[in-house]
């Protein structure tokens, strides 16, 4: 089973790299609670059950630092039961106002992680803004799973940090598919973006966002399977 996630997130490089010349400045929309993003708590009655069912998981699939893959820690599927994640979709459908989303399955791109759960350790990555894919999903949304995760692993919005101390936007906007394709590039400084807004972790809490905006986990926390930062990741269009 592979699994090809709906980003290409960004990598610092591994020594000081110059900023390419002529990047381009995205544009920019500040991401506005209820229109760009809704943060719903209390999301599964069941949650200490969903979290326990989790844990029990035997096929883990490692990322890295372990095996040479893009994404970090370690991922199973699926995270929530059928009748969990159409709680979840009622939920979604009507934040957005949205009559309709679905989990694309697009051709050739191996398991797509949608409905993913995910345990990333503070020492196995670092933030890494990045965009989801425009043609894969419109919406995503990320459910916390670990009780004990400091708030400040939660989610935060970033937006680009230009030379002379300017700032740049935060959208990937058509034709462009992802932050890859709309700067041309995947390698850039690691202070090419600066945090725009947080969001704070929280049991049992669903981020809701626009998937062409700009942003990472805020950080990592943890070192074993059950302390761990754990989160379900969903992907969805409308």
């Known amino acids: ?31 506005t609670k209820g229109r760009d993003y809704w943060v719903i708590d209390d999301v599964l009655p069941n949650i200490d059950e969903v979290r326990a069912r989790c844990l029990a998981k035997d096929d883990w699939v490692q990322g890295a630092p372990v095996n040479p893959e893009p994404w970090p820690g370690q991922r199973a599927m699926p995270a929530l039961e059928p009748g969990e994640l159409a709680r979840v979709e009622r939920l979604v459908r009507k934040a957005t106002g949205a009559p309709r989303i679905w989990a694309e399955n697009p051709d050739g791109a191996g398991t797509f992680n949608h409905n993913c759960v995910q345990a990333v350790g503070k020492d196995e ?12 999903c419109r919406y995503a949304a990320v459910l916390y799973l670990s009780p004990d995760t400091p708030k400040d692993c ?8 230009l030379p002379g101390g300017r700032l740049g936007g935060n959208q990937v906007l058509a034709p462009h598919n992802n932050l890859v394709d709309a700067l041309g590039t995947r390698f850039v400084p690691p202070d090419s973006f600066t945090e725009d807004i947080r969001v704070p972790h929280r049991y049992n809490r669903l981020l809701l966002y626009s998937a062409n905006l700009m942003h990472s986990a805020t950080g990592y926390w943890g070192t074993t399977l059950e302390d761990k930062r754990m989160t379900a990741v969903f992907f969805w269009m409308a």
């Open 1 to 31: 089973m592979s699994f090809n996630p709906p980003q290409t997130p960004f990598r610092p490089p591994a020594r000081p790299a110059a900023r390419p010349a002529g990047l381009p400045v995205l544009p920019y929309r500040k991401p």
């Open 154 to 161: 939660g989610t935060s919005f970033y937006r680009q940090n």
């Open 125 to 136: 990555c670092e933030p890494r803004p990045h965009t989801d894919s425009r043609s894969l």
